[in-house]
């Protein structure tokens, strides 16, 4: 039976970066995945600036930039009567984004990853894990074409997403913590002929709707729409005349950013969709990416999610020490690191319709640039939510939206008293590493 020093289970942006810091450190790697690449996979693809730092870091930023996406070093965020637009800082020497569809994006990342030494076998289905002694020892792998062959290895990293089946085998697909997004993802590309507004990255948002027009590469606009998740029957019914709809007649602002432009693919969704941890390390195995957490793709933070912490994951175990306790590790550090983002992005993707402190928000962000600068680098990650949205701040804008006429200020109140109570608990879940729910 054939042994090598790592399998790795999946080869879309955990996966090749685990296998790359991996390969990178003297290791014989071998990546499996069922998907022949170049292969598109339902997701939008925007990349902050932290993103694409993580990208160069695992020498892929190069091939990236290759596929011809714009760069996109601003941003807009808009809601009736109020546009802020504003830069970012550098992350690593980055300070654009950039929204790159993935089939480009992941065929660049297994390009990545071979150069680096890994083995990536594609048309590979994991279909079972190996054991010994209680220990993930390796895989059942079913070729497309009908050849099955085991493969062992001391450790095996399950890069295979939301539906991972690595992690159903090691008993691990409930997560221990979870919440519902609020919001459906529909998406579709339209050619672009705005070249003045192709280095914005823009949302709009409007009642409970939300949009977003990202250009990416091919000349085309990514414009992905998030209705509340009670909306999804609608688009399910009739997308193309729902995505429309709404573009029409509930979003204005990104109707006048489309005039002109035409639709050029069919609308891609998805609903229902889950925010979560799940444990993801034992005894000789670790799930990466989506596999192990996930986020509401309402703040884009999953391929850099899934890129910076394969690639330390793949860092943790190259150094030849005992694996499960890198592992281990490995999934405190990345909890450490995702627990407050995962609170912020949930509150972020609840479908509440635009209320007064979005106004003030709003305004204060058109009013000061480095303040707009600091929430964009909430994005990029190197500004905490809580840095940003400062209790002081929260305190001078509800007290301004009170001010103001027309709010509803025992609404308001409401509001603002049960986001106190939540950020109370987040602290708490912080704190704690969220460990008392595992
Ligand atoms: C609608 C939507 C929009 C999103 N938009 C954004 C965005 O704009 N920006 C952003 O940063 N993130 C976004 N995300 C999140 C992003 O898609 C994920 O976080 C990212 O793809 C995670 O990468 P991954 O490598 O963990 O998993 P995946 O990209 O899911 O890759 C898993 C791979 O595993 C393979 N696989 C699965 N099972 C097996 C098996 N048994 N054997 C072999 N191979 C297997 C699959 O073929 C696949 O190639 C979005 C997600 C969704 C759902």
Redesign the pocket.
Known sequence: MAVTDAVI????????AAAVALAAAGAEVVV????RFP?P???????WPG?LAELARLGALERVTALGAPRLPLAAVEIPGVRAVGRYSAVGGVDYAM?VR?AGL?LALVETARAAGAEVREG????GLLWSDGRVAGVEVAERGGRAYELRAPVVVG????????AGLVGAAEPYLRRPDGRA?F?AYFDDHREDLRPVAAQWRQGAELGTA?PCDGGLTLV?LMPPDARAADFRRRPDEEFDRTIGDLLPGLAARLEGCVRRSKVF??SG?ESYFRVSAGPGWAL????GH??D?VT???????LRF?RLLGEALATGGDPDRATAAWQERRDRECLEAFHWTERIGRADPVGPLDVELHRALRADPALMTRFLDVYSRVVRPGQALTAPRLAGWTARALLRPGTDRAGLLRYVLRTARELRAERVSIKSGHRTHR
């Open positions: 289970v999946g080869a879309r942006c955990a996966g090749s499996l995945d069922s998907a292969s996979t339902l997701s939008t693809h925007l990349m993103g929204c993935r992941d590979a289905r994991v279909t890069a295979d997403g939301r539906r991972s089946t690595v993802c998406y990202f992905l969704g998805v969709l990466a990416g989506d596999a996930f986020k793709p884009a933070q999953g391929i850099r999610d899934a394969g």
